[in-house]
């Protein structure tokens, strides 16, 4: 199949990177409130009503129409619950409610079945979690540590049952650890052209080299597999779920290796809260379990894969 993405989506991810350009840099995410301008900026795009149907003030747009939009709140390690409220609260909101999340007034945090954690949750006017939708005031919340800083963990009262949207959160989320490893790759090229060994670069090292190399092939293979989950969203394909699970494993595992190679190209200087690199670094330690861990996904996708084929090998002569 041969696909290319349209004027018109490539135009709505180019206004989010302007907007998120001029109100989310690297110190506005790291000293600023959350969720911060950036969020604000990404409201005013209408990314928050890009799900919500048209008759609700929305844009009514599909999974491809927004993915790369998604990549660049990765790019820009934009703090909030973005994928819980842009993906996830289209699907679970009362319809009374679907106008003031199209306008970017109303803030959700969700978590799927089987997920201990709402990110964000201090942030949210609803939580979506238990089967149901509730007022934040009305669920009892308790804080955990988490990897990112900008990123809080809370659990609660609620019964184990999660938000709906698994495979659309996962194609988002994927989406946002394509833009960090993106992010994170650019940050190490560029410091490998500066920090010098022996009176060389690192950069012109043949195993530095060969690592970003490594990391630049992971990105460009998982992109066309979290576009393609985003198209079969889109178009309600039978193997969405597949799909989705592909992408959120290649996504995480391509911008983990970004994030191993940027701390070594940059040294125990990389692990200081100093340095900016610590935005991307922690928020794709966050995202990669977030909305389906690895395991979750490679069992999904076995069992999408090895469905009818049987699981032991015959026996030899």
Not at 69 to 83: K, N, R
Not at 106 to 126: K, Q
Not at 216 to 222: D, M, R, Y
Not at 251 to 273: E, K, N
Request: proline share 7%; glycine share 12%.
């Amino acid at each position: 199949m041969r696909f290319q993405f349209t004027e018109e989506q490539k135009l709505f991810a180019g206004a989010v990177r302007e907007a998120l350009e001029k109100t989310c840099p690297p110190e506005a995410v790291r000293s600023g409130p959350r969720p911060g301008p950036g969020w604000a900026a990404l409201a005013d795009v209408g990314l928050f009503g890009a799900h919500v149907a048209e008759e609700y003030g929305g844009l009514g747009l599909t999974p491809v129409d927004t993915v790369l939009a998604y990549e660049e709140t990765g790019w820009f390690a934009v703090p909030g619950p973005v994928v819980e409220t842009g993906v996830v609260a289209p699907l679970v909101v009362p319809a009374d409610r679907l106008a003031d999340l199209a306008a970017g007034r109303l803030v959700v945090s969700a978590r799927p079945a089987g997920d201990r954690f709402l990110p964000d949750a201090d942030l949210a006017d609803l939580v979506a979690a238990g089967g149901r939708v509730a007022p934040r005031g009305a669920v009892a919340l308790t804080p955990h540590r988490s990897a990112d800083p900008a990123r809080p963990l809370f659990t609660d009262d609620l019964d184990a049952a999660g938000a709906p949207g698994l495979d659309h959160a996962a194609v988002a989320t994927a989406a946002q650890l394509l833009g960090l490893g993106g992010r994170l790759l650019a940050e190490a090229v560029g410091y490998a052209g500066e920090r010098r060994q022996f009176g060389t670069a690192v950069g012109a090292f043949q195993a530095v080299k060969h690592r970003l190399a490594d990391v630049a092939v992971a990105l460009e293979f998982a992109g066309p597999l979290v576009h393609r989950a985003a198209y079969s969203l889109a178009v309600g394909a039978p193997d969405a779920a597949r799909d989705a699970s592909a992408a959120k494993l290649a996504a995480g595992r391509a911008a983990h290796a970004a994030a191993r190679a940027a701390l070594q190209v940059h040294g125990a200087i990389g692990y200081t809260d100093e340095l900016d690199l610590r935005l991307w670094l922690t928020r794709v330690f966050a995202l990669r379990p977030a909305w389906g861990d690895d395991a979750r996904h490679r069992a999904r996708l076995a069992g999408a894969l090895l469905d009818g084929v049987p699981r032991r090998l015959p026996e030899g002569p």
